[in-house]
Structures are given as structure tokens and as C-alpha cells.
């Protein structure tokens, strides 16, 4: 039987939600994607909670919040802890995607769902893979093979394919089959009919204009801002679209030769770009081929200038520029303070470059009409001054106070609980004080009365009745040939190279830009001041889809293409999603699914299915006829058993004559080539009404019946062929075989 | 007729060894086959044809520096793998794309890529041939960059059914090692490889599966490298007390490749002591500037430490190292250290400054990799008394020379602990000097001693290795066709699809399901003139066929007659019959028939037809049936006779069958003859007996 497989929706179906979904494969759980959006509600994640310490393998798709932005938080405070793989820039991207998100929270409120360390650390535990690298699993997952495929959209992007068994559970959201600037598209040719596809609504119902009069509008719209002496914000990820935006400018601005600043500003622009520039691999063809035949990476930006500080953009020269300031939601950032500061002036721009999140800012202001004016919230990080101070340091003394108490009480216990072990065996010198395992519900009863008087480091064992100083016997062995010796003691140590390198800091996080580290390690004390004022959007307000995800239409056709068993939608309106679903069901396949959250839809193939092993007699017997690239050959055999009896094994039918079966015609017969076909060989043809084909003078062909069934899951074709007797009805039908391969 | 056809076929060739010529997997080193340089391994199984690496060997110019092409027909190779942009890895590649009938796929790092560009262009401006010598010029290389593909480390591609993906080789920037796998059967290339890590490459990997042949290099045969930090201190020694006395350093060393690690390990120590910081180092090869940018790009592809590094500062953006375009640039007033290609000293600026400084003995000159027989520096590791100088004088040779070997390959101990972990069944040595090789050769199969069915080969350039590879092929039974696991005994019929090297078996419904295959079904219809009554038809075809059913149209209502179970005959109107039916090839055969006997009849229609005699008994068919056998199988065999069982003794030369005629079972000594028997029997039944009615 079939693999069995299962998907349950942990959040976005039937709605924009962020993405995060279960997959079991055989009892192996995947969680393809874990994300959360720009407001941090923990009521989306509360279905991830339920299931977090049953999964075996997280899969990242794509470096954005709405894709792996709940990571931190599940790791840190939902038990998530299983390996997690997603591809480098994914990786890259994703941990600057997270600081940038949190250091934009954490100035304007006192974020607490997560720290930085729990990004950290969440992230060091990704394995990196590349693109169409076949990672098996080992331990649970035995048998189970994953692999990232390009799927455009953002950097890094992935389609994941999970293997088992030779079947395939595709997992393919936010695609783009669009070559962009910096990204190739997808290549639906690497994921045939699988059994499983997994895929989303979000665009089913939008349509895209034509690229390059997009692209004409959108730069069109920037330059006569900015001629009118106004000013654009692009509200922009951090890392995801922002790139390909930047590429369009500096193309424009280096064709025309324009004067004015571009700005890219976020909490890590910099380094975003740094590691950019190191991600040519992952990039589409041109910007690779630009790079071996001329050494010109595209990244090394000329006119747009980064920033991580918004008093930069204040002491920037006065005068019209562009901006594009992270968090695309205005929800939280720079993006949220530039808007506030730039939209009383009827010269401005705002350019919404994606369709905000449900909820946010953005979304409000993309309504149409848009509002007329919005509340917002001015929030300020400010350092506690007068009463406040002083009623924070002695809040802060109490906690040291305590501190030192709980440390010196468990240092007892510790103490206790280490010399218990190991008074005979420890090195005398080393004073052993950092022993975790010391059971803390032990109570420092015996002794306790003396213990603080004794300097840090030295404790005395328990088993001695005062304190007293450490003396260790220094007992030697000796042999015929004098004292033992451990040759491994006088080996020149191998000088560990990567000293150097990690003594200048090695930890991840390591390209923080100064800004943002001084603002992390800035301990002064501050409080987050908010006041609500009312803002009058005179602006103008233009959104203009540069999202680089595939629209409906294509969607469809990919779909097709793919021709999944059965499939799965998820994330999407609840409108595109039906809308969807009835259209593959119509079209492409019967088994559609469209599950609601917590809903586990069983989409384990009916597929029946076994091993043989192909015997060298029958082999050896076997014809091929090639058609495209496959090979395809009829044949007769009686089951047996492998030598080691452990397999089936297919042997040639040995006495009696294979039963006769019925003999199939294979081949796809398109009746336009089939005409130009005939013409070629002399018979008159034209195409009579209905879509049949008249042959000469009386002889008609005609296909019938299942013409619905289009795309790859094409039936079985029935044609008709209709005649008097006469010569041509013989040559048109033996011109007719020609087309098909029989068996 | 169709149904036959197959086992007929099958049987022809039933005898021949289960080993056929698909299964020899043969591997012919065209150069670096004992010998170093020119690297090209050629392979091919299954009609897959991989050829690994093109380079040219950096001894001999023109056309005799390229592999030996000539072996092999360059039109039939699918995939070519290049492993690095060493010279003789992929010097030869321009020539082979441009000038070859080679049409396959290319595949090189992303790395390797670009410098192969800057590499060759270089190379091709540098070298002071003829132009009849020029193997190819700018433009060659210029075009080779579109034909050239692109592939990640641990990326899979498949191309014609050959999959592929490599390792990190550790070797040079880009270097990678080649996993192919065809139809089961897997073969890893190493190239040059490096199983030391070093300050920015990772070793190479261990591969996750074992392959079945592993081409291997020899480079160091059985040599050991000393450890990585002794060589690092005393490199960094002598430069050390070199300056510190006033003296000049120079590095010979090729542009790219180990002279960044060099570049590396300067910048590092130089950072660490403050009191060489006036010291300056030159880099003098505008080549490696230009390559810089790409050691600075392809981060990714680089060892965990310089990642680390990167997330601070680029460690390609030296501090301490300038560049030096010309001589002229350069102003020699005190101590400096120099590195310069050429490695070799053969000409260019690093035997200028050779010339310069060999007479002063504060000057040192050090040594940094595999030298090759016949340069300059290979001399002068042996410390001669006095040199030969460019301009033909002899000079004392008084500056200290050091060998300090950084090149990247594998050493012995490196080598054998790959293999052990590895343990691949064949091991070919390439790329290695002859001696070197034997002497891998010997210690290896010692080493490998144990196990018993380690193969080593060193085969000589041309010289072909052929390895029978009996692969197992095993499909997977889908659809329908699987609904059930059959018993043993039990036959399976259907469609056997391959795709690569894949199998599926599958019911003919099914095909649609799960390849991009359709089906057809082609519906015939015929109308004949035909005015005569139906009932003449019907009887008629009785007399021929065992089955005629009688019917009604169920739309006209106009009678029908099933012929065979397959052709539907229908009297549409008084002139007119129709004929339909599905097309099948015993289909077409029964209506042709039908055609012809209503052809018939409309013909003879006035005569009164003879009723036949009663038909004949089954007993009298089955007496006629054995005739024909019996006459049939003297007339293949000759000495046939009949057994008091009823059953036929056969005899040839001697040996003799005997055939059951009830069930066409045969008993005999010889397997030959008893299989010949059995057939020619089988083919008689088929044409005497009449075809079975086969319900549709």
C-alpha cells in the first residue's frame, strides 16, 4: 500500500494567515512552515502549541516572517525542538529578518514574546541544504528523502519535496514562475505528478499586468514624486522583495542618471546586503552569468545607500528621495515612523508594493478609498529619568539582592553535591563550581552558618568538620621503567587556527550593524512612552503588485502541469480558495482538498503498489520502443522469488504462451498534427465541423468524448475513424497507426 | 500476430550469459593516466557516456599538451565534469567545445566557473605560441561560458538518465568531487582532493554512499604531509627572521588557489605582530586581483571558519597585503615579502625578482607547493652552488631556499583513511606519476588485503578498465496492476515503462495515471455495398468463424452479427452493411476477412451456394491438427517418430527430445534442442489451432 500521508492546517487556510501546516508522512511530522505576522498575536499559534512536541522536522520555505517568523517563539516557548532544515539564504535572510523584526518591536514597546538569543538559537540548530540536494533522513525519518527546489518569490525560496517510497509529497507555496531581476522561476518539470501536492489560494482570484508596463508605472509614479519636490516611502521586508526592488532602481537611476538619494533602511540593511552579495548562487541566471563574464556583482549597490538609523535619513541632505524602510505592515519600524512624519504633505508617495496583512496599517490604507485619516501610535523608547530612575535601580538592586541570594544558596548545595562525588578523582587545582546537576531541592541545613564567610572558589568538602585547606595527595605511578607517563601530555597541541577567528566573536548574530548592537547592549535603563494621535493622510496612496508570486491564471497552469494526484489548498482567501478548488476539480484532478484548521485530511494514495525485481532473462527479452523519454515495452511474466528469497522477482513465462491482451495504442495524437501530417503525405484534409477531420474525400476522423479532461490526468483518447470501403480508408488508417505505438 | 510476436522474440536469445554487453562499465583515462597533468577520464556504461575533467598538460604547448582525444568519439558523451579550474582540469575545455562534435552538457562549480575565465584568458594572452599552436583563442573561451552549466554542491542533476552531484574537495576554491550514478551503479571522481582542512576550505566530504568504482589521485602516492600547523609555523618562521634581519622574501607561487591560503596566513600573522606591521607584503599578479572579487563572492562555498569570519568583515579584504602590478611599480628599498607567479620561475615577474635578490644571502625564497621537473624552482630546491640567470649569467646562489609544501592533495595517511571509510570495491589511480602510483598501488592492496575483492588499478593512458556490472533492476508495480501482490507462479502482464533508469510496470488504463503517456482507443467503422440478404452473411461467416452472435441494433433496431466477439457487422439499409469494431491487429485481420467474404458474396450472389458436408467432427480437426505437427516438426527437425505414449521422439545429433503433444511438454538431455522443441511447438500450435475468441 501507499505512503501514508496527512495534512493538517496549524494556521493560514481560508484566510491570509500566516502559514504553518503538518505533515505526516508515515507518522513522521513535518512542519512545513512556521510563521507568524507583523501584530505577534500567540492566539494564531495556538494550534502549533498543541502539536509542537510531536514534531520530528520543521522545513522553511521562505526568509519571511510570514513563513518562519513564529520559529523563535515555538523553540523558546512552545517545546518546539526538532531539526530544521531550510536552504541558506533562508537561513541568512530569515535570522536578519527576525532581528530586524524584533529590534523594531523592541523600540517601540516592551517586546517580551521573544529575545534575540532565542532567535540565536532557534536558527543555529537549521541545517543547511541547496537547491535540488536529496537530504535522507536517518532515525525516525528513515526512508524519507527531502529536497529544496527554487520556487522564485524571495531569495532562498524553496519548494520542498518530500520523498518516500518513489512518492512524492510536494509542498509548493508563494511560487513565482516569473524570471525576475535576481531570481529564476520555478521549473514545474522537476515535480511530476506527484502524489501529493500542497499548494495555496492567495493569488487564485488576482490577475498581473504585464511586467514591463508595471515596472513602466511604478518608476513613472516614483520619478514624478519626486519631480513635484515629494518624497516615496516604500514599505518593504527586509529582506525578501526589498532586493529586487533595489535592483530596479539602481537600473533606473543608473539609465537616467538621477540625482536623487535612495535610501534602504532597516535595523540590518547592511548586512542584509553584505551576505546579498555572497548569495550569488542562489540567484537567477543573468545576475550569475553577469558575475562570471565580467566580475560585476549586482549588489554592489552605486545609488542606493544603506542606512540602520533613522537619525541618518534626518541628517540626510534635504530634498526629495526614496525610502524604502522595513516592515511592509507600517505596523512597527521605520516604515511606521516615516509614514507618520511624511503623510500630512499632499507631494508625498506612499507605494505599497505588497498587499498589506490582514489587520495592519497597510491593509487599512490600501481600502479604496483609502481613509481620509488614520490613528496611529507614536511610541518612543526613553531613558527613565528623576523619580523613575531611582525607583528602577532600587528595583533592580532588590533583583540583584535575590540574585545572589538563590546563587550562593545553590552554590551550597552545589558544593554539597559535587565534593559528595568526586573528592578523590578531581584535579586539585580546579575548584569545580559549575556543576548544573545539583538537585535544587536540597537544603543547605548542615553547615550553612559559616559558609559566607569563605572567599569565592574555595569550599570546603563536606566531609570535613571545619574549613580547613584543600590537601591532595600527590600519589605517582611507577613502573620498571620509572614514573607513568601520559605520552598525549608532552604532544605539541595542535594550535587551533579557528582561535583567532573566534576570539573577534563567532556566534552568529556576529554581523549585527553597530547601531542596532549598541542599542542591544545598551543596558541604560528606558521605558516605552506612547502617545495615540490622529494622522491626515493627504499623501498619495498607490499599491502596485511587485509581490513576484504567480497570479491566477498561471497558477492554473502550473497546477496542470503538475498534475498532482491529489491536492491539497491552503492560505488564501476563503473565496479564492472554493474558487480554486472548483476549477481543479473540474479540470485537473477529483481528489481536492481544502481543509479547515485543525481538519486532518487523509491524502494517503489509493495507489497500490510493490517491488519486483526485473529478472536478467526477461530482460534480456524485452524490447523498448522509445517514445520521448520514456521507454515502453509490453510484457508477459510469472512471478518468482529472488535468489535470497526475500523480493518478488519477475521471470520470463517459461511453457505456455502468454495469455493475449488486448493490444493499446500509445501515443497522444493531436488531430493538428495529425492534418499537417496527412497533407505531408499527399491525402487531402480539412477540418469539418465538430473537430473532425475530413480525410480525402469520404473518410472522416474525428476524436470524441473526454475532452474535458485536460492537462496531464488526459484519459484515455477514443478516436473514430469512418469510411466507405475504399483505398483511402486503408491508407488514411494505416497513417492513423503511424501516430501510435502499439503494444 | 501481435500476441505471439513477443515470446518468439524472447526465446532467440534465451541461451546467451545473463551478462551482455549493457553491463561492462569501462573507464579509459585519456590523459593523467600515470602521469600528472592533462586530467580526462573517460566512462561509459549503458550507453551513458561521463567524461571527467579536460585539461591540458602544462609540460608539452600545442596540440600534443591535450588529452588523447582521438580514443573516443567526442559526439557520443552526455555529460562532461570539470572539478576545478586548474589548468589540467579544464585548460582543454574551450578546445573540446569548440572544436569537437562534442554536444553534451557541461558542469562546473559556481566558483570554478568564474575564474575558468579569468584562468584561460589569462593563459591564452601569457603563452608564446604560434597561432597554428593555439588550441583557441578569447573568443573559444568566451563561447564555452554559454555552454557551460552550473551545479551546487550536493545539487542533484540528472541528464539523459546519469545522475550527479558532488562533494567539496577541499583542493582550491570551487574544487569538487563527482558522485555519477547510472542505472544503480556509482562512480566517484575525486580529482584533486584535500581531506585537510585549511583556513578557508573545508576538507574534502565523505560521501554518504559508497560508490561502486572510485577514480582516485596519486599525486603524493605514499608520502606524508607534516601536520598543517608545523608547515604554517615554519613558513611564518622563516618570513619572520627573514625581514627581522633586513632580508627579502619571495614566494613563488601560482596566482590562484593556494597562494590565497598563503595570502590568509600572512594577513593573519601580520595582525598579530604589530612589529611587522611596517613591513609591507606584495601580491604581485593583476590575474589574482581580478580573482579576488570571486574569493570574496563565492563565500558560501568556503570552510565554517570563514563564514564566521565573513559575519564580521570580509577575510578576503586584506590589511596588510598590497598589489604589485609591473616591476617597474615596485620600489625595492628594504626588507618586503613578495609572492609572484609563476610558481615554476620559468619567466615572468617572480624570476625577475629571482634574478634580483638570489646573490644577497639575507634573502630567502620559499617554496610553497609541487613543483614540476624541469622549472627553475625545482632546481633550486636542491641548493646549486651557482645559477643560470635570465640573461644567460651564472650567478651564486647564496639566498636561502625553503620547501614548504602547502599544495592541497591528498597525502598517504589521507588517502588510505578515504578508502577505508569509503570502501569501494574498485579503486583507480589516476593522476599520479608512474613510480608514485605503483607504490600507492603496492600499499594499498596490502592495506585492502583483508577483505579480499578490493580491485587497484592503474591503467595507463588509453588503456581501457572494464568492470561487469550485473545491476539488479527492480520496478515498481503500480496502479490496477498492484491491487493484489501475485504468488509465485503467478503471471503479471502489463505495460513496463522506463523512464531514466527506472521501471514501472502498470495496467494500459493506468499509463495516463502515472506517465505523461496517453492512451487510444481507435473505434473503426466501414460501410461496404452489400444488397443481398444478411441472413447469406451470417452463414456464411459461420462456416469460417466460432463465434457469430446474432443481435438487434439497439438505436435502429437493424439486425447485427458479432463476429469473433470483436466486429460488429449491421445491415444499416438494403444496399448497405456497416462494419465496426475496436483497432487491434486480430481485429483488423477479422474484418478484412469479413470484407472480403461480403465482397465475395455480392460477386457470386446468383449461385445457389453449396451447403457444405456436415462440418466436421472434433475428433477429425484434431486428427488433421496432428498431422500438420507431425509433418511441421519432421520438416524442421527430420528424425521424428512416434513413442508408444503417443508422444514424438525427436532426434538431432544425436540428441533426443521427446514432446508431449496433449500439454506441449518436452523432455530431453539437451537444453538447446529441448528449448527449439519447445518453441517450433508452440508456433505450430499457434498457426493450426484457431485463434480463441478473446472478449473485449
Known amino acids: 500500500m501507499g505512503t501514508s500521508v496527512q495534512v493538517t492546517p496549524l494556521c493560514g487556510v481560508y484566510n491570509e494567515n500566516p502559514l504553518s501546516y503538518l505533515v505526516s508522512i508515515d507518522g513522521f511530522n513535518f512542519l512545513v512552515d512556521c510563521g507568524w505576522n507583523d501584530l505577534f498575536d500567540p492566539a494564531l499559534l495556538e494550534p502549533l502549541s498543541r502539536v509542537a512536541s510531536k514534531i520530528d522536522a520543521v522545513l522553511l520555505s521562505y526568509p519571511d516572517t510570514l513563513h518562519l517568523g513564529a520559529l523563535p517563539y515555538a523553540m523558546s516557548h512552545l517545546g518546539l525542538s526538532a531539526p530544521i532544515y531550510s536552504t541558506e539564504p533562508v537561513f541568512r535572510l530569515g535570522l536578519l529578518t527576525m532581528y530586524d523584526q524584533y529590534l523594531s518591536r523592541k523600540a517601540v514597546s516592551d517586546f517580551d514574546l521573544f529575545t534575540l538569543d532565542d532567535v540565536d538559537s532557534a536558527f543555529l540548530s537549521i541545517t543547511r541544504l541547496t537547491y535540488s540536494q536529496n537530504h535522507h533522513l536517518s532515525g525516525k525519518g528513515e526512508g524519507i528523502v527531502i529536497a529544496p527546489h527554487v520556487a522564485g518569490h524571495l531569495l532562498g525560496g524553496t519548494v520542498w519535496k518530500i520523498t518516500k517510497d518513489g512518492e512524492d509529497v510536494v509542498y509548493a507555496v508563494d511560487f513565482n514562475h516569473r524570471k525576475e531581476r535576481h531570481l529564476n522561476g520555478i521549473v514545474a518539470e522537476s515535480f511530476v505528478r506527484p502524489a501529493v501536492l500542497i499548494t495555496e489560494a492567495y493569488n487564485a482570484l488576482s490577475n498581473q499586468p504585464h511586467r514591463a508596463q508595471r515596472d513602466r508605472e511604478f518608476l513613472e509614479k516614483i520619478v514624478r514624486t519626486l519631480e513635484g519636490g515629494g518624497n516615496v516611502l516604500l514599505p518593504v521586508d527586509t529582506a525578501g522583495r526589498a532586493l529586487e526592488l533595489i535592483l530596479i532602481l539602481e537600473e533606473f537611476w543608473a539609465q537616467r542618471n538621477l540625482g536623487y538619494d535612495i535610501f534602504f533602511l532597516t535595523y540590518v540593511a547592511s548586512s542584509t546586503i553584505d551576505y546579498v552579495k555572497s548569495f550569488l548562487e542562489w540567484m537567477g541566471d543573468s545576475i550569475a552569468k553577469s558575475f562570471e563574464t565580467s566580475r560585476n556583482n549586482a549588489f554592489q549597490l552605486k545609488r542606493v545607500k544603506l542606512l540602520i538609523n533613522k537619525m541618518d535619513l534626518d541628517n540626510a541632505p534635504i530634498g526629495p528621495k526614496v525610502v524604502l524602510a522595513s516592515m511592509a505592515s507600517l505596523e512597527a519600524g521605520f516604515s511606521h515612523d516615516i509614514f507618520v512624519e511624511w503623510a500630512s504633505d499632499v507631494r508625498n508617495l506612499v507605494l505599497f508594493t505588497e498587499r498589506g496583512q490582514f489587520g495592519t496599517l497597510a491593509r487599512m490604507l490600501q481600502a479604496n478609498p483609502p481613509p481620509k485619516a488614520v490613528k496611529v501610535t507614536m511610541s518612543k523608547r526613553v531613558p527613565l529619568v528623576g523619580d523613575e530612575l531611582v525607583a528602577y535601580e532600587e528595583e533592580q538592586k532588590r533583583l540583584k539582592k535575590e540574585e545572589e541570594l538563590k546563587a550562593s544558596l545553590l552554590k551550597q548545595e552545589e558544593s554539597r553535591a559535587s565534593h559528595g562525588v568526586d573528592n578523590t578523582s578531581s584535579d586539585p587545582m580546579v575548584i569545580d563550581t559549575t556543576n548544573s546537576n545539583a538537585p535544587p531541592d536540597v537544603a543547605g541545613s548542615h553547615g550553612g552558618g559559616y559558609r559566607d564567610i569563605l572567599f569565592d572558589g574555595f569550599v570546603p568538602p563536606s566531609t570535613s568538620v571545619a574549613p580547613m585547606f584543600p590537601f591532595y595527595e600527590n600519589n605517582t605511578e611507577w613502573d620498571d621503567f620509572g614514573e607513568v607517563v601520559n605520552p598525549d601530555d608532552y604532544v605539541v597541541k595542535d594550535e587551533d587556527m579557528n582561535q583567532t577567528a573566534l576570539h573577534v566573536g563567532g556566534d552568529i548574530d556576529g554581523k549585527l550593524d553597530e547601531a542596532a548592537a549598541s542599542f542591544i547592549l545598551d543596558t541604560k535603563p528606558s521605558k516605552v512612552v506612547s502617545n495615540e494621535l490622529t494622522v491626515q493622510v493627504k499623501c498619495s496612496l498607490i499599491y502596485i503588485d511587485f509581490e513576484g508570486r504567480s497570479d491566477g491564471r498561471s497558477i492554473k497552469s502550473i497546477i496542470a502541469r503538475v498534475a498532482p494526484l491529489k491536492l491539497v489548498l491552503v492560505h488564501g482567501s476563503a473565496e479564492a480558495t472554493e474558487h480554486l478548488k472548483q476549477h481543479c476539480l473540474k479540470h485537473i484532478c477529483a481528489h481536492v482538498y481544502a481543509p479547515q484548521i485543525e481538519e486532518t485530511v487523509d491524502v494517503t494514495s489509493d495507489l497500490c503498489a510493490y517491488k519486483v525485481q526485473l529478472s536478467e532473462q526477461l530482460m534480456s527479452n524485452v524490447l523498448f520502443k522509445k517514445l520521448g523519454e520514456y521507454e515502453v515495452a509490453w510484457i508477459d511474466a510469472v512471478a518468482g522469488k529472488t535468489e535470497n528469497h526475500d523480493m518478488l522477482s519477475l521471470l520470463p513465462t517459461v511453457s505456455t504462451p502468454p495469455p493475449r491482451h488486448k493490444s493499446v495504442l500509445v501515443g497522444d495524437l493531436k488531430m493538428a498534427d495529425l492534418k499537417q501530417f496527412l497533407a505531408s503525405k499527399g491525402v487531402q484534409v480539412e477540418f469539418a465541423g465538430g473537430g473532425s477531420l475530413r480525410c480525402g474525400e469520404y473518410v472522416t476522423l474525428r476524436k470524441v468524448g473526454v475532452a474535458g479532461q485536460k492537462g496531464g490526468g488526459s484519459g484515455i483518447q477514443q478516436i473514430v475513424i469512418e469510411g466507405p470501403l475504399c483505398e483511402d480508408y486503408y491508407k488514411i488508417r494505416e497513417h492513423l497507426y503511424s501516430q501510435f505505438y502499439l503494444l | ?696
Open chain 2, 1 to 696: 500476430m501481435a500476441s505471439t510476436a513477443q515470446p518468439a522474440s524472447s526465446l532467440k536469445r534465451r541461451d546467451v550469459p545473463v551478462t551482455r554487453e549493457g553491463d561492462q562499465l569501462t573507464i579509459i583515462p585519456l590523459g593523467a593516466g600515470s602521469e600528472v597533468g592533462r586530467s580526462c577520464c573517460y566512462m561509459t556504461f549503458k550507453g551513458k557516456t561521463v567524461l571527467f575533467d579536460c585539461g591540458i598538460h602544462p609540460a608539452y604547448s600545442g596540440m600534443s599538451a591535450l588529452p588523447y582525444f582521438d580514443e573516443i568519439d567526442p559526439s557520443t558523451i552526455d555529460v562532461l565534469l570539470i572539478t576545478h579550474f586548474h589548468l589540467d582540469h579544464a585548460a582543454s575545455l574551450p578546445y573540446f567545445l569548440e572544436k569537437t562534435t562534442f554536444r553534451g552538457k557541461v558542469y562546473m562549480t559556481h566558483p570554478t566557473k568564474a575564474i575558468y575565465k579569468l584562468l584561460l584568458t589569462d593563459y591564452v594572452k601569457v603563452s608564446k605560441v604560434s597561432i597554428e599552436d593555439m588550441l583557441f583563442d578569447e573568443q573559444d573561451i568566451n563561447n564555452s561560458m554559454d555552454r557551460i552549466e552550473v551545479i551546487d554542491y550536493h545539487q542533484t542533476k540528472e541528464v539523459n538518465g546519469i545522475k550527479f552531484w558532488c562533494y567539496t574537495a577541499g583542493h582550491v576554491l570551487g574544487a569538487a568531487m563527482f558522485m555519477v550514478d547510472i542505472a544503480g551503479v556509482r562512480v566517484l571522481y575525486t580529482g584533486d582532493y584535500s581531506r585537510e582542512e585549511d583556513r578557508h576550505l573545508q576538507a574534502a566530504e565523505m560521501p554518504e554512499f559508497s560508490p561502486d568504482i572510485c577514480i582516485i589521485e596519486s599525486t603524493y602516492g605514499v608520502q606524508l604531509h607534516q601536520p598543517r600547523h608545523v608547515r604554517e609555523k615554519r613558513f611564518t618562521d622563516v618570513i619572520h627572521s627573514t625581514v627581522s634581519q633586513g632580508g627579502r622574501v619571495l614566494i613563488p607561487a601560482f596566482a590562484l588557489g593556494r597562494a590565497q591560503e598563503l595570502l590568509l596566513i600572512l594577513d593573519e600573522y601580520w595582525s598579530t605582530h604589530k612589529e611587522l606591521q611596517n613591513i609591507p607584503i606584495y601580491y604581485a599578479s593583476p590575474l589574482a586581483r581580478k580573482c579576488m572579487s570571486v574569493y570574496q563572492t563565492y563565500i558560501l562555498a568556503m570552510n565554517e571558519r570563514i563564514r564566521n569570519q565573513f559575519a564580521h568583515s570580509n577575510p578576503f579584504q586584506f590589511k596588510f597585503i598590497q598589489n604589485l602590478n609591473s616591476i617597474d611599480d615596485f620600489n625595492d628599498t628594504g626588507p618586503c615579502v613578495v609572492m609572484a607567479s609563476p610558481g615554476g620561475l620559468q619567466s615572468g615577474l617572480s624570476r625577475q625578482l629571482f634574478d634580483m635578490w638570489c646573490a644577497d644571502k639575507k634573502n630567502s625564497c620559499v617554496i610553497p607547493g609541487y613543483v614540476v621537473e624541469g622549472t627553475l624552482a625545482k632546481t633550486i630546491i636542491n641548493e646549486p652552488k651557482e645559477v643560470t640567470l635570465m640573461n644567460g649569467l651564472m650567478a651564486p646562489l647564496n639566498m636561502q631556499v625553503h620547501y614548504i609544501s602547502f599544495s592541497a592533495h591528498a597525502d598517504y595517511a589521507q588517502t588510505s583513511a578515504f578508502l577505508k571509510e569509503l570502501r569501494p570495491p574498485n579503486i583507480v589511480l589516476v593522476h599520479g606519476e608512474a613510480n608514485e602510483m605503483g607504490r600507492l598501488k603496492q600499499k594499498l592492496i596490502t592495506e585492502f588485503a583483508a577483505d579480499g575483492n578490493t580491485k587497484v588499478l592503474t591503467p595507463k593512458n588509453c588503456q581501457s578498465v572494464e568492470m561487469m556490472f550485473n545491476s539488479e533492476k527492480m520496478a515498481k508495480t503500480i496502479g490496477k496492476l498492484a491491487e493484489k501482490t501475485p504468488e509465485v507462479g503467478e503471471t503479471v502482464s502489463g505495460i513496463l515503462v522506463k523512464k531514466g533508469f527506472t521501471y514501472q510496470i502498470m495496467a494500459p488504463e493506468d499509463l495516463h495515471v502515472f506517465s505523461q503517456l496517453s492512451t487510444a482507443n481507435i473505434t473503426q467503422r466501414i460501410t461496404i455495398p452489400f444488397s443481398g440478404a444478411f441472413g447469406v452473411i451470417k452463414h456464411r461467416l459461420e462456416q469460417i468463424y466460432e463465434s457469430v452472435e446474432s443481435g438487434t441494433d439497439e438505436d435502429s433496431g437493424v439486425p447485427t452479427l458479432l463476429v469473433h466477439k470483436l466486429v460488429t457487422v449491421k445491415q444499416d439499409s438494403e444496399k448497405h452493411i456497416s462494419m465496426h469494431w475496436a483497432a487491434d491487429p486480430v481485429s483488423d485481420m477479422v474484418s478484412d476477412s469479413v470484407v472480403a467474404l461480403v465482397l465475395n458474396i455480392s460477386r457470386e450472389l446468383p449461385k445457389v451456394v453449396i451447403e457444405s458436408e456436415a462440418s466436421k467432427t472434433e475428433e477429425e480437426n484434431e486428427k488433421r491438427a496432428e498431422k500438420v505437427v507431425y509433418a511441421l516438426l519432421v520438416s524442421m527437425f527430420g528424425d521424428v517418430k512416434r513413442d508408444e505414449n503417443g508422444k514424438l521422439v525427436i532426434s538431432v545429433d544425436g540428441n533426443v527430445a521427446k514432446l508431449d503433444k496433449q500439454n506441449g511438454d518436452v523432455e530431453s538431455e539437451h537444453e538447446g534442442l529441448k528449448e527449439k522443441v519447445r518453441t517450433a511447438f508452440r508456433r505450430i500450435q499457434t498457426a493450426v489451432k484457431p485463434i480463441p475468441p478473446f472478449a473485449s
